[in-house]
């Protein structure tokens, strides 16, 4: 069964947002990626390049009124944490999908995802845990779960979900923790009491990230990406690993390549 996936990213992260693509690519034998291009820039780019199985969408096709109203009072980081809930209720609805899932444009893919749903047996939402090591623990603030990589069925459950989130982020969604919130994370802390049918994630290899690497050792088995759990001794198999806050050392020489290649190709 063909597995739906969204994304948003401006130009700024569109190096991350197309070896995201690349790497699920490689490992996932059917899938459609619908892209949000956050800028002009990432637009043309995107649509330009033509990639199989993927979908672009532009700010003018995606914001409705109130997310432009929105707008105005939140920064570009801000803006887009709001708009998560909102671009998977528009790839549901826009395109009829029965199911879809979210991904952070700095994503890598080390093996098929297909695996992790595997584990909803069933259920209208998947979600992620961050699993901190002890000393990059921040649950009370940032909260339990990662905004990541989530899955939400098209059925009562998961549409109720993503509409009651949606409607808090464009209510509060700030990079800032402030009575109990923080961007539209700490809003998910509550959800298996909140609503039936959500999994939380038990393949560790879904979610490797800076904040819980430390916990695992490394290894390559069989031309795969393996690592052991500390304490358990467990093995899993890398799924996907989450580069938050990767940075180029020569940011100004990237972003001018991107921009020449913008020039280039229009």
């Known amino acids: 069964m063909k597995s739906n996936y969204c994304t948003l990213f401006n130009s700024n992260y569109l190096s991350r947002g197309l070896a995201m693509y690349q790497s699920l690519k490689w490992y996932s034998p059917d899938f459609h990626l619908y892209i949000f291009a956050f800028d002009d820039v990432a637009y043309h780019i995107l649509n330009r390049l033509q990639l199989p199985h993927v979908t672009v969408i532009s700010l003018k096709e995606f914001e409705d009124d109130e997310l432009l109203e929105v707008k105005k009072t939140r920064t570009q980081t801000e803006y887009c ?32 995802p297909t695996v992790l749903f595997d584990e909803m047996n069933g ?7 961050h699993h901190y090591t002890p ?24 549409m109720s979900a993503l509409q009651w989130w949606r409607e808090r982020c464009n209510e509060w969604c700030y990079q800032r923790w402030e009575d109990g919130k923080f961007g539209d994370q700490k809003y998910l802390d509550d959800w298996t ?22 916990q695992y050792k490394f290894m390559k088995e069989n031309d795969l990406l393996m690592f052991e759990e ?11 690993y989450h580069f938050h806050s990767l940075k180029f050392t020569r940011e100004s020489y990237t972003w001018m390549n991107i921009k020449l290649f913008h020039r280039k190709i229009m």
């Open 193 to 214: 009491e909140r609503y039936q049918k959500v999994t939380i994630l038990k393949n560790l290899g879904g979610g490797v990230a800076p904040w819980n690497v430390q």
């Open 123 to 129: 259920n209208s939402i998947l979600l992620t845990e």
């Open 81 to 112: 944490w709001t708009c998560t809930p909102s671009i998977i209720l528009y790839s549901i609805k826009k395109y009829n999908l029965d199911i879809c899932t979210y991904v952070d444009a700095d994503l890598y893919f080390y093996a098929d």
């Open 135 to 158: 000393r990059y623990n921040t649950v009370s603030s940032n909260g339990r779960y990662c905004v990541q990589f989530m899955t939400f069925k098209n059925d009562s459950v998961g």
């Open 230 to 240: 500390a304490g358990s001794g467990r093995k899993w198999k890398v799924i996907f």
